[in-house]
Each structure stands twice: as structure tokens, then as C-alpha cells.
């Protein structure tokens, strides 16, 4: 099954600064997906990018895809260090069947 | 408060004792999945659901077993749990469109020793 790939997978920055993360995917998509962990808790839904869309914004984060590219990124501007946490992409295929394939997570420090 | 529960948050038992994780969702949704997270491994999927009655394995479902009775609920049942089952489990659910977000419970971390 496809699998989403987060680069770089670790990512420590000061606050006020920006956050970039990439995933890149290798099957055809329905959307593409962004969750956040916090340590040991819940995935939380960030952001969902239709595959007919080629970017999206949600307060301080952007998202782009590239599927001619097979490939996304999330971008947190002005890091707080709330915003410490790991990111995941998820892609969901076309195939009808709802499954979410992971990738394994960038894990974001943010230093106050 | 929409929200998906799972029980127990932690559990420690031991191999071949067989045990349920419990789930539950409140906002009527038809999917609902298993996932496990292990470290350098990410989320992987257990089983999953479409709907009452029906459901379908995903990457990792050997050593488990579901069911889904009833709309609301999907427990995780592992028969006869080994040490390779030690893991932090996710629940699930979702609309079944796929262009809606997936909610998660807050996890379920068991140890078999």
C-alpha cells in the first residue's frame, strides 16, 4: 500500500521562527492529510488537501501539493513552542476504501 | 463534545491472556480503524471497518480480531497477546465521503510481558 515519507524527520527550531516539513507519496491520490501528536497522545486533525488543490491555508499553517511530483509540504510560520510536536501526512487513495497510509513523522522541537 | 474513546489508556498483561481494548465514537460515523505506532515504524493499520458488520484487514492484522456489532462501537481483540503486541494502539473513525477528517481516541499503550 502507498505509504507517505516525511523529510527531514527531525526538525528543532526557535520560536518565532518557520517550521518545513515535506512528504512525498507514491500511489495516485484522493487528498492528502496532516495530523499532529503531541507525546503519546491522539492524532490531531491539522489540514486536508484535495487532490485537485495545489495549496492551502489554516491560520499559520500552508500546505502545498504537487502530484505531479507525488509530494506536499506543511509550513508553520511564527513556531510557538505549543507547536512542539510530531506531524504526520496521510494520504488516502482513490480506490474507495477510506484507508489512510501514514508516513512515520517529523518531529518538531520549538525552543522558547 | 465529538470525541472518540478508547479503554483501557494502559494496560500491562501477560502472553496468552486474552484481552479487549474497547472504542467508541459519537458522531455516527461509518468508518472506524486499529492502528499501532511503534518507533521508527509510524502508524500502521490493524483492521477496519465500513460499517455495521463489515469488516476488512489492513496492513498488520495478524494476532487481532474485531467486531463491529453496533455503529458506535469497534473493539480490538487480542486472543492470545504475545510481547510483539507491546505498542501504543489508536482508534479511529470517519465519514466514509474520505474527504472529511479522521478523529482519533488519545491511545491505549499495552505492555505484554
Known amino acids: 500500500s502507498q505509504q507517505g515519507e516525511e523529510d527531514p524527520q527531525a526538525l528543532s527550531i526557535q520560536e518565532g521562527e518557520n517550521a518545513t516539513m515535506n512528504c512525498s507519496y507514491k500511489?495516485?491520490?484522493?487528498?492528502l492529510q496532516w495530523y499532529r501528536q503531541n507525546s503519546g497522545r491522539g492524532l490531531v486533525h491539522l489540514i486536508l488537501?484535495?487532490?485537485?488543490?495545489r495549496e492551502k491555508h489554516s491560520g499559520r499553517l500552508r500546505v502545498t501539493l504537487d502530484t505531479s511530483k507525488k509530494s506536499s509540504s506543511l509550513l508553520i510560520t511564527a513556531s510557538r513552542a505549543a507547536d512542539t510536536a510530531s506531524y504526520f501526512c496521510a494520504t488516502l487513495d482513490g480506490k474507495g476504501n477510506n484507508r489512510l497510509a501514514f508516513g512515520k513523522g517529523n518531529q518538531v522541537v520549538v525552543i522558547p | 463534545e465529538a470525541q472518540v474513546t478508547q479503554n483501557p489508556r494502559y494496560l500491562i498483561t501477560v502472553t496468552g491472556k486474552k484481552l479487549t481494548v474497547t472504542c467508541s465514537q459519537n458522531m455516527n460515523h461509518e468508518y472506524m480503524s486499529w492502528y499501532r505506532q511503534d518507533p521508527g515504524l509510524g502508524l500502521r493499520q490493524i483492521y477496519y471497518?465500513?460499517?455495521?458488520?463489515?469488516?476488512d484487514k489492513g496492513d498488520v492484522p495478524e494476532g487481532y480480531k474485531v467486531s463491529r456489532k453496533e455503529k458506535r462501537n469497534f473493539p480490538l481483540i487480542l486472543e492470545s497477546p504475545s510481547p510483539n503486541q507491546t505498542s501504543l494502539y489508536f482508534c479511529?473513525?470517519?465519514?466514509?465521503?474520505?474527504?472529511?477528517?479522521?478523529?482519533f481516541g488519545q491511545g491505549t499503550r499495552l505492555t505484554v510481558v
Open positions: 488537501i484535495r487532490s485537485n488543490e
Open positions: 471497518s465500513m460499517n455495521v458488520e463489515v469488516t
Open positions: 500511489t495516485s491520490i484522493n487528498n
Open positions: 479511529a473513525s470517519s465519514f466514509l465521503t474520505g474527504n472529511t477528517e479522521a478523529f
